[in-house]
């Protein structure tokens, strides 16, 4: 009895070891080994990828400065006059029709509804200050941002001031008393000769006129008025406003061609801060596209012809 016992419990005994060094045991211990090479393969491979996402970071830095930069290239090439969307222009509203005082009050004529038209263009609200002509090129820069006032591109001028593409061709004219006696350049000499200051009017008579006694004024209705009154033998003053005078005072004035007395033809443009290239070629652009889609000659129309 005792002896089949002891062969039970060695029997016993020997199914546990069998077990526990068995088949089942093994496998686990293969699978785990696996899934720990796998992990391992997986950590090496994002190693592997971990620089070749920072190099792409790194690669990627560049490109954003770059942007940028073309931003802040682009950014240069607009005027800093615009900068803050409103373009203030300075005008001396005595020059009909190009500026004056409308019915409101506020300035007017071609000139004013041309930088309008341009300003449009530009996407820019545009303010309009009225001032004495003969500071509007030294306010450039300083109070106002531009000008336009049926101002001529000159010489002198240009040494302080650039222009932008010439918008009109004009001419001065003299205005005389009707049955006056003068129709010559010659006939000029030694006269009593009104002009608004600073204009190309003041210029000829100042300068290329000798012995005249020039008198300038502000405001040509200003000269005007002492044409009238006897005070004066002539004005000279551009076309336009020659003729809205001579009209306006019909049967007491009359308006001659400047060209019956040497006059050569002159040109308008808009005055700008010199070396603002960027803003002459916004503003010239602008011009350019008023003058192809007709806005120009219907302000034309508009303003001068009637």
């Known amino acids: ?37 796998s992990t391992e393969n997986e950590a090496a491979q994002d190693e592997a990828q971990a620089p070749e996402a920072d190099e792409a970071d790194t690669q990627s830095e560049p490109e954003a400065e770059e942007g940028e930069t073309e931003a802040d290239a682009e950014a240069g090439d607009v005027s800093e006059a615009l900068a803050d969307g409103v373009l203030t222009v300075g005008t001396n509203a005595e020059f009909p029709p190009f500026e004056y005082v409308g019915d409101d009050g506020e300035p007017d004529g071609f000139d004013i509804a041309l930088i309008k038209a341009i300003g449009e263009k530009l996407g820019v609200e545009v303010q309009v200050e009225n001032m004495e002509f003969d500071s509007l090129v030294a306010s450039i820069g300083s109070k106002v941002d531009v000008s336009i006032a049926g101002m001529t591109v000159t010489e002198e001028r240009q040494k302080s001031v650039d222009f932008s593409d010439a918008y009109y061709e004009a001419v001065q004219y003299v205005i005389l008393p009707e049955g006056s006696e003068i129709a010559a350049a010659a006939d000029l000499e030694g006269k009593a000769i009104g002009v608004q200051l600073g204009t190309t009017g003041d210029f000829i008579a100042s300068d290329d006129i000798a012995d005249s006694k020039v008198s300038q004024y502000n405001k040509g209705m200003d000269a005007v008025n002492d044409l009238i ?30 060209a019956e007395f040497g006059f050569e033809p002159e040109e308008y443009a808009v005055a700008m801060p010199k070396g603002d290239t960027a803003l002459a070629d916004q503003v010239n652009a602008a011009l350019a596209e008023i003058k192809a889609d007709g806005t120009f000659d219907k302000l034309v129309e508009t303003y001068i012809e009637n």
């Open 1 to 37: 009895m005792k002896k089949l016992i002891a062969l039970l419990l060695a029997a016993v005994m020997t199914m546990s070891l069998l077990t526990a060094c068995g088949g089942g045991n093994a496998s686990e211990t293969t699978s785990d080994a696996a899934e720990a090479e």
């Open 229 to 258: 009154n006897g005070k004066l033998d002539c004005v000279i003053i551009d076309k336009n406003p020659a003729l809205v005078f001579a009209s306006k005072f019909e049967g007491q004035l009359t308006a001659i061609d400047g």
